[in-house]
C-alpha cells in the first residue's frame, strides 16, 4: 500500500514528458495505471516512470506508415510501396499539399475545369495516343476500360492465356463480371491464334480484351495475337498493359505499340510502369477516352490531387530527364555505381563481404528480368527481425542462410543509414 500511495501524480509524471500536453497526461496516466497493477500484483523494485512515460509518448506518436530502406534489390517492391518518388515528383506533392490548387478551376475562363488536363498532353505527347486520363489505380483502369466500353451484358473477347490473376485478388473474369459484361473465352491455355477471336465476334461483342501477364510468364508451345492483329478485327480493342517501361527497353508490352496499332484503350499503371505515385493510366481513341472519362466509374476511381501532381511531375521527368526518376536509374545502375556502394557498406560492417547475385524488378513487372551485380552478404540471417524491428526499419533479402543487402534499391544518401541500422547487431558476432 504504501508503494501505491508513493506513485506521484498525474500532472507530476506528465510533467516529466516533453510532449504536447494531453499526449503527456495520457502517457503519465497509462503508466501509473499499468504500474498499480504492477505492485497490486506483487512487483518489487524500483522502476524510472518518468523514462516508461516518454517511451509511451513515443511510442503512440510513431507513425505506423514509416520509411523503409528497402535492401531486398527488388525494385517494385509492392509490400515497400513500390516506387520512391523522383525529387520534383515530392516537390509537386508538396506544393499541392500546402494550399489550394487549380485542380478542377480554368484559370483563363474562371470557370470548372477539369482534372484530367493537368496531365493530358504529356500522356498523349508520350504515348501518341489522342487522349488519355488518370485514375486512382491500374486495376481501376483496367475496370474502368472494360465498364466504359463493354457496359450490362455485352460480351467481352479474352484469351484463354490470358485469365489471369495480377495479385490482390485481381482476377480478370471477375473484373469483366464487375463491369456487368459478359466473358467469352476463346482459345487455349497456351494457345490462341486471331482465327479463334475472329469465330468469337458477334453482334454482342464489345470489345476483345487483351491483358498482360505480368508476373508470370509461359514458354514452350505457346502462341498469342499481336495487338496489331485484333485491332485490324473491326471490334474496339482495350489493351491491359499493366507494368513494362515506356520505352520498351526490356521486353515489356510497350504503351506506344498498343497505340500505334489503333488499340480503343490501353490501362497501364502509374507507379509499376511510370516509377511515379499509385494511379492507373488510360490512353487511346479520342471517342473511346471520353466514353471512360463519363463513366460513373470515372468519378468513383477519381485519382486524388497529391498523386496527381506526383504524375505530371514524373510525366514530365520522362519527356525531359528520365534519369532523374529513381526507378529507371536502379534499372540501369552501372557495375560500377553498384560497386562503389557495396564496398561503401562492407568496409564499414565486419563480417560482411560481397558476392554476386541476382535482383529483380518485382511488383508483377518484368518477372523475368534478371539484374545481376554485387550484394553485400552478412553471415547470418536470423539478424532478419531485429532488422526489420530497427528505426528506421531494414529488409533485406535472405539467401542460403545469409542476408543480403543489395545495393541496388538503397540511394546514395541511405548508405550511412543502412550501417547505423546494421552495425550495432554484428558486434560480438565477428572473431
Ligand atoms: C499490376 C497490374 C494491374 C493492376 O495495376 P495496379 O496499379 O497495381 O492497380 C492491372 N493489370 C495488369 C496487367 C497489371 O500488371
Given at each position: 500500500m504504501s508503494a501505491l500511495r508513493g506513485l506521484p501524480p498525474v500532472d507530476t509524471l506528465a510533467a516529466e514528458v516533453d510532449a504536447p500536453r494531453a499526449l503527456a497526461v495520457a502517457a503519465a496516466r497509462a503508466v501509473l495505471a499499468e504500474r498499480r497493477a504492477e505492485l497490486l500484483g506483487g512487483a518489487l523494485g524500483e522502476t524510472d516512470l518518468g523514462a516508461r512515460a516518454r517511451a509511451w509518448a513515443a511510442d503512440v506518436t510513431r507513425p505506423s506508415l514509416r520509411r523503409v530502406l528497402n535492401a531486398t534489390g527488388v525494385i517494385i517492391h509492392t509490400n515497400l510501396g513500390r516506387a520512391p518518388l523522383a525529387a520534383a515528383a515530392r516537390e509537386a506533392v508538396a506544393r499541392a499539399a500546402e494550399g489550394y490548387g487549380n485542380l478542377e478551376l480554368d484559370l483563363v475562363t474562371g470557370e470548372r475545369g477539369s482534372r484530367h488536363i493537368h496531365v493530358e498532353a504529356l500522356l498523349c505527347a508520350l504515348t501518341g495516343a489522342e487522349a488519355g486520363f488518370a485514375v486512382n489505380n491500374g486495376a481501376g483502369a483496367a475496370l474502368l476500360a472494360t465498364a466504359a466500353l463493354a457496359g450490362v451484358g455485352r460480351e467481352v473477347i479474352v484469351s484463354r492465356g490470358q485469365l489471369v490473376e495480377i495479385g490482390g485478388g485481381f482476377r480478370v473474369p471477375d473484373v469483366i463480371a464487375q463491369a456487368g459484361a459478359r466473358l467469352v473465352e476463346v482459345g487455349t491455355t497456351n494457345r490462341t491464334r486471331v482465327d479463334d477471336y475472329s469465330r468469337a465476334v458477334?453482334?454482342?461483342?464489345?470489345a476483345i480484351l487483351r491483358v498482360h501477364q505480368s508476373n508470370f510468364r509461359q514458354l514452350g508451345f505457346v502462341e498469342d495475337v499481336g495487338v496489331e492483329a485484333l485491332c485490324e478485327l473491326g471490334v474496339p480493342v482495350i489493351d491491359d498493359v499493366g507494368s513494362g517501361a515506356l520505352d520498351a527497353l526490356y521486353d515489356e508490352p510497350a504503351v506506344r505499340r498498343s497505340v500505334a496499332a489503333g488499340a480503343a484503350l490501353v490501362c497501364f499503371s502509374g507507379d509499376k510502369l511510370l516509377g511515379g505515385p499509385q494511379a492507373g493510366l488510360l490512353v487511346g481513341r479520342a471517342e473511346a477516352v471520353e466514353r471512360a472519362k463519363r463513366h460513373p466509374l470515372a468519378r468513383a476511381l477519381r485519382i486524388d490531387k497529391l498523386s496527381l501532381a506526383a504524375l505530371e511531375a514524373t510525366l514530365r521527368l520522362h519527356r525531359?530527364?528520365?534519369?532523374?526518376?529513381p526507378v529507371l536509374a536502379m534499372l540501369h545502375a552501372s557495375r560500377e555505381v553498384l560497386l562503389t556502394r557495396a564496398e561503401r557498406l562492407a568496409a564499414a560492417l565486419p563480417g560482411a563481404e560481397i558476392i554476386e547475385s541476382v535482383a529483380r524488378v518485382g511488383g508483377g513487372a518484368l518477372p523475368l528480368l534478371e539484374l545481376p551485380g554485387p550484394v553485400v552478404a552478412l553471415p547470418d540471417a536470423s539478424l532478419a527481425p531485429a532488422l526489420r524491428a530497427g528505426d528506421p526499419p531494414l529488409i533485406g533479402r535472405v539467401e542460403h542462410a545469409r542476408l543480403l543487402l543489395d545495393p541496388r534499391t538503397l540511394a546514395d544518401d541511405e548508405l550511412e543509414a543502412t550501417i547505423a541500422a546494421v552495425k550495432p547487431h554484428l558486434r560480438g558476432q565477428t572473431p
Open positions: 458477334t453482334a454482342d461483342t464489345a525531359d530527364a528520365p534519369d532523374e526518376i
